[in-house]
Nanobody, 120 residues
Framework: VQLQASGGGLGQAGGSLRLSCASS????????VGWFRQAPGKERDFVVS????????NYADSVKGRFTISRDNAKNTVHLLMNNLKPEDTAVYYC??????????????WGQGTLVTVSS
């Protein structure tokens, strides 16, 4: 499955941004989807994942209560709503399909990444 992330940009601390991950070329509804992020000079970290049908989600502690993942399988899209942004949320955000865990190697397909910058 091919993925394309979008929606990144400049946000302010305390503000909100919404990222989208759109799929083409596959049966998107069969796959769990996750978001990872990579801050400058750091390793790529798990953010959140959602099951194939949206019934279950798994959040990293750092974003729990602030970020919300959802999916619309009819539109082959997963959204990540990021509220109460913090400067430490600044990173390139990647969506990935095929896994549900926090381990990157569980995921088979990756989008190209979208940059989120949060100013204080």
């Amino acid at each position: 499955v091919q993925l394309q992330a979008s929606g990144g940009g400049l946000g302010q601390a305390g503000g909100s941004l919404r990222l989208s991950c759109a799929s083409s070329g596959g049966t998107f509804s069969r796959y769990p989807v996750g978001w990872f992020r990579q801050a400058p000079g750091k390793e790529r970290d798990f953010v959140v994942s959602i099951s194939y049908n949206g019934a279950t989600t798994n959040y990293a502690d750092s974003v729990k209560g602030r970020f919300t993942i959802s999916r619309d399988n009819a539109k082959n899209t997963v959204h990540l709503l990021m509220n109460n942004l913090k400067p430490e949320d600044t990173a390139v955000y990647y969506c990935a399909a095929g896994g549900y865990s926090s381990r990157q190697y569980d995921y088979d397909s990756w989008g190209q990444g979208t940059l989120v910058t949060v100013s204080s």
